[in-house]
């Protein structure tokens, strides 16, 4: 008999990309069931939280058409249940969009998230970079004007792992503003960590990611 499992944990996760391989009509109703079905298992569970990132994606969508639904999303975010993080317009990479587009973006996304939500871009202080590179040598600058606190992305890792890059740093900039940055994988470890798990090598397994990925994790 295996060792008991005490608990597991389920992460939603729709991709909200404007369209990956689909046509967008198809997106926007993926992102309409998925809202729904988060709303309505975070009523049923109360230790469900869920991180969205910007308007136009999806949340826009799912507020246009579901208006009904307003209110609960609403609750939630006042909760802290749900979380805004990055709170753009759309889903700009800093790195391929940078300077005055990405400041735009932002502003303009977090005074749409102020307006349908009520609440502060205080409430936002963590912006999340999706997918590619750290952006421009501003950015702590552009963040730290945005009143982000912590900023987040992925890419390029290989490279920045062996110039030593620590995962986790203080990102200043060139007028002297710093971010706390976190950057993470592109989920390459964990697939290559698990890709032979058996119930024979499990435990051994788990240690050994945790040991690799987790405990270096320090604040530089």
Known sequence: MEKEIRKIHLIPYAHHDYAWCNTRKWHIYRYIRAFDAYLQCM???????????????????????????????????????????????????????????????????????????????????TFWAADVGPGCTQIPQIMTQLGVKMYRFKRSEAVMNLDGVPEVFHWRGLDGSTVIVERTSYSAPWRETFAGITAENGEETCARFEEEHLKNRKLQ
Do not use: W
């Open 43 to 125: 009523q049923e569970d109360p230790e469900l939280t869920l991180t969205v990132d910007n308007i136009d994606h999806s949340v826009g969508e799912f507020v246009k058409y579901c208006p009904g639904s307003l209110p609960l999303f609403k609750q939630m975010m006042h909760e802290g249940r749900i979380c805004v993080s990055n709170g753009g317009m759309a889903l700009l990479r800093p790195a391929l969009f940078d300077g005055e587009m990405t400041i735009r973006n932002a502003v303009d996304g977090a005074r749409t998230f102020c307006r349908l939500f009520d609440i502060t871009p205080e409430d936002m202080p």
